[in-house]
Structures are given as C-alpha cells and as structure tokens.
Nanobody, 124 residues
Framework: EVQLQASGGGFVQAGGSLRLSCAASGFTFDDYAIGWFRQAPGKEREGLSCISRNGIAYYADSVKGRFTISSDNAKNTVYLQMNSLKPEDTAVYYC??????????????????WGQGTQVTVSS
C-alpha cells in the first residue's frame, strides 16, 4: 500500500524555521517524483517544491531561497526545510507522490498519492 505521512508542522514566529518530513511506505522515492504543496483556507492548493524522478529540485517563486527540499533515500523520506517563515506561509502542508514526472513537477493535478498534511502556523 502506498502511503505518505507528512509531519513536522507546528506553531512558529515569523522569521523562524521548521523542517517538514514526508515518510513514504509501500514504494521507494527513487521511482516517484515527490512534491510539497500547501493549502490555506479559501485558497487553491499551491505547489511549493518537488524532486523529479531524475533528482532535480524545483521551487515555486514564492519559496525559492527560503525553502529547501532534500531526500534521504535510505529512509524513504523527503524533507522541506523552511526558513524565514512569514505569516502568509500559514497553511496545511502536504506531500505527494507521482510516477510520471521526469521534469518540472509542481502541478498538483499530476500527483497520485497524498499524505494527510501537517499544519504550519506562522505568527507575526
């Protein structure tokens, strides 16, 4: 069974940092693109960062320079290091996986498997 579990969210002050984790089971990250997305109340789901199947990282302009995606293949885990957090980063953060992206991978509709999400709240 393919499962993804996002964790690491929490409550943080503006300017602070969090590291989110996405633990996968039932498959290896080597065979999938893995992406991080977020959704704030009343807003569309937003692609933030992803690692394509060929290992290339992509970032949305809104987080480039602040967020860093990385992976630990031995643990089947992908991380999202989030620095310089802003109140507008407040959202539920999701990780997702899909087996078809060898390049750009920030479109949520491409993804087949989704984790439950983890809440990130950034206060002023």
């Amino acid at each position: 069974e393919v499962q993804l579990q996002a964790s690491g969210g929490g409550f943080v002050q503006a300017g602070g940092s969090l590291r989110l984790s996405c633990a996968a089971s039932g498959f290896t990250f080597d065979d999938y693109a893995i992406g991080w997305f977020r959704q704030a109340p009343g807003k569309e789901r937003e692609g933030l960062s992803c690692i394509s199947r060929n290992g290339i990282a992509y970032y949305a302009d809104s987080v480039k320079g602040r967020f860093t995606i990385s992976s630990d293949n031995a643990k089947n885990t992908v991380y999202l290091q989030m620095n310089s957090l802003k109140p507008e980063d407040t959202a539920v953060y999701y990780c997702a996986a899909e087996d078809g992206s060898w390049g750009q991978c920030l479109f949520s509709y491409e993804y087949d498997y989704w984790g439950q999400g983890t809440q990130v709240t950034v206060s002023s």
